[in-house]
């Protein structure tokens, strides 16, 4: 009968150790592995660039749709959005604050349905912050500047980078090369 008290003692007590520790805090897998890195924490000049609104005021600059995706974390559904399947030269800014993301000659047919890019213009640009949603693990990648959420980066992609960022079309913008 000790025994089996002792066993219930030691597995309450692991049990609340690992509720009550660091283990479930900012120091696990997602700061050691870099594809979960939350570099919310550590992007220097460009966070303090930041932009920072209501929700009202999002509201009112954004159209319903990209108001969905980028402030709600919202995606659209595959193949419905407008840059999937557009191949035209230029560079992909944020919807919400105007932040070049990707140029068009990174940018690549995968066949997921959303617009896909193997490496954003500059990486400081993006923030990656690990997303458990769905029952999926994913990194996340938001535009850094008004932390708007863009899609998700996978590491499917073709080279150089293996890298496929898999962003909504609701959340950004094409500026055509010319003009």
């Known amino acids: 009968m000790i025994k089996f008290i002792l066993a219930g003692v030691i597995l309450i007590t692991g049990s609340l150790f690992l509720i009550f520790s660091d283990?479930?805090?900012?120091?696990?897998?997602?700061?050691?592995?870099?594809?979960?890195?939350?570099?919310?924490?550590?992007?220097?000049?460009?966070?303090?660039?930041?932009?920072?609104?209501?929700?009202?005021?999002w509201k009112k600059e954004l159209s319903p749709e990209a108001y969905k995706i980028l402030r709600e974390k919202g995606t659209e559904r595959p193949f419905t959005g407008k840059y999937w399947d557009n191949f035209e030269l230029g560079t992909y800014v944020c919807a919400a604050c105007g932040t070049e993301l990707f140029e068009s000659n990174a940018k690549f047919e995968s066949g997921c349905g959303w617009p896909s890019y193997f490496e954003p213009i500059d990486s400081s640009r993006i923030i990656y912050k690990a997303d458990s949603s769905f029952g999926m693990v994913r990194t996340e990648v938001m535009c850094s500047k008004c932390g708007g959420h863009l899609g998700h980066v996978f590491d499917d992609g073709p080279p150089p980078t293996g890298k496929r960022y898999c962003i909504n079309s609701g959340a950004m913008k094409l500026i055509k090369k010319g003009k």
């Open 23 to 57: 283990h479930n805090s900012d120091k696990n897998i997602y700061n050691s592995d870099p594809r979960f890195f939350d570099s919310t924490k550590s992007q220097g000049k460009q966070m303090s660039d930041k932009i920072i609104k209501t929700d009202e005021e």
